[in-house]
């Protein structure tokens, strides 16, 4: 009965609801419990997040904070070392930097067995591999057949410095005269306390030959005519000087220096070292090629001893068929002290250089705040190679000891003990000195720019040319030898950063070290016969397809006088 009741209701469409059985006590008690235990862990994390975004919040807003914990990094490291006992950490021992210190006798003396051995190769007839890369060889020069127009005045300059930075300022005012239809006057050699030598023009080259070369080109006077010496009081200081920068552009000469020289009829630029850009004109260029390159050409009394010893050099290399290497070795006390190197001398060497340092450029090298660094300046490659080194590099090239050397140096620095080595390695080594007598070198020996262009001439004529440190004198020859060899400078110009690290090693065997030095031997030759970038000395690379585009009978300039 009570369920037909039941069914009754359910199922009567309109009715009531009907109620639901009651759940089980169980049941509800844990749901209760689900729910709060739900709760506590959703409010713990609220508070933790809360909590965390509070404490950024105050760091956020003292940031001065952050800079507490390398502090407390340090602090804590502190006390964790202190802990720990001394005797217990291991020592740490520092050596030299790898090309740093000058070791170069010892590896000579580990090595000479070796070498000494190993004589047989014949580096002189098979030093050049490479040919000019840029076809058929041209002189950079080009005659010109056209009359000289009517000149805008005279320039007279004052030539500084030592031989080959005079030979920049003669050429350079070759090229500014010639681009300005000047006359120029012969440059006048301004005497230095450091070369001290009073030679003038006549005296170091041809003058008459000069003149004569550069007729269709420059006019060329020994002296200003007296018309125009009138005007000055026949004074040349009384007439106005120009002080130019240093590598101005040769446009710069056309907007300053041309209108004061139409004006005034002579003018004098003093002092005139490197007061030309590089970078010019070809027809400029040309000019310069000319100068240096077929113009300047020694006087006779140098160009007759220098061909004696160029002959007398063919002769002591009879056996390698007249060829001969010449050395240009910069070890002269000056530049041995000017590098701030240290070699083998200990406390006496230090003592020496110091006071020739003094000497020479007073507190140069002792100001506040000057740091010598002798180890990083040998990595470096700036010291220069002593004559040991100079005879380790050429034996390990392939140079046997019955090559002929021919020095060209100064008076070496300690001689008599840094020379003995190279003298072992090479005893058909020749100077000025030993290959012509006190009688034939007596018109030159107080003249340093003569003596120089003795040296000049007979390394110009060597089978190779070795440069060991930079300067005028080997940056003219290099180009000076392209000129007449082809295109090729047949130069060996050594990676002196390389030398460093290799002189340095105390286990290389004699077969690396050779096997090095012949690849940079390879690496000078491929760079003698290299092309000549635009902002490159035409002395160097005297390129034609740089300098000869013009047309041949073209002069620079058509500046008319007014």
Known sequence: MQN??????GS??????????????WRALGRRASVKGGWSARAGAGAARRAARAVLAALLRRQAVFLFAPLLYV?????????????????IISR??????????????????????????????????????GGIWRPCISNNTNGLPESNGYIYVEANGGLNQQRTSICNAVAVAGFLNATLVIPNFHYHSIWRDPSKFSEIYDEDHFIQRL??????????PAFIMERFGHNLSNAFNFKIKAWSPIQFYEDAVLPKLIEERLIRISPFANRLSFDAPPAVQRLRCVANFEALKFSKPITAISNTLISR??????????????????FEEDMVAFSCCVFDGGDNEKKELDAAREKGWRGKFT????????????????????????????????????????????????????????LEMFP???????????????????FSSRMAAIDYSVCVHSEVFVTTQGGNFPHFLIGHRRYLYGGHAKTIKPDKRRLAILFDNPRIGWKSLKRQLFNMRAHSDAKGIEIKRSNESVYTFPCPDCMCRSNKSEHPKSIQAR
């Open 313 to 330: 050099m063919r002769e002591k290399s009879a056996e390698n068929n007249g060829k001969y290497v010449a050395v240009h070795l910069r």
């Open 367 to 422: 100001r506040p705040g000057r740091v010598i660094r002798p180890g990083a300046i040998r990595m470096n490659g700036k010291c220069p190679l002593t004559p040991l080194e100079v005879g380790l590099m050429l034996r390990g090239m392939g140079f046997s000891n019955n090559t002929a050397i021919y020095l060209a140096s100064g008076r070496i620095y300690k001689a008599e003990k840094n020379m003995a080595p190279l």
């Open 96 to 133: 030299p930097a790898p090309g740093s210190m000058y070791r170069s006798p010892q590896l000579y003396a580990r090595l000479r067995a070796d070498m000494d051995a190993d004589n047989a190769t014949d580096a002189l007839a098979t030093v050049w591999r490479h040919a000019y890369k």
């Open 215 to 224: 007729k269709n080109d420059v006019r060329v006077v020994d002296k200003v």
């Open 4 to 9: 037909h009741a039941y069914s009754r209701l």
């Open 12 to 25: 009567s469409g309109g009715g009531a609801a009907v109620p639901s059985p009651p759940s089980s006590p």
């Open 428 to 446: 058909l080594l020749q100077t000025k000195e030993t290959l012509a007598s006190d009688e034939e070198l007596a018109p030159f020996k107080n």
């Open 75 to 91: 602090a804590a490291m502190l006390l964790y070392m202190g802990s720990i006992s001394l005797d217990s950490v291991p020592r």
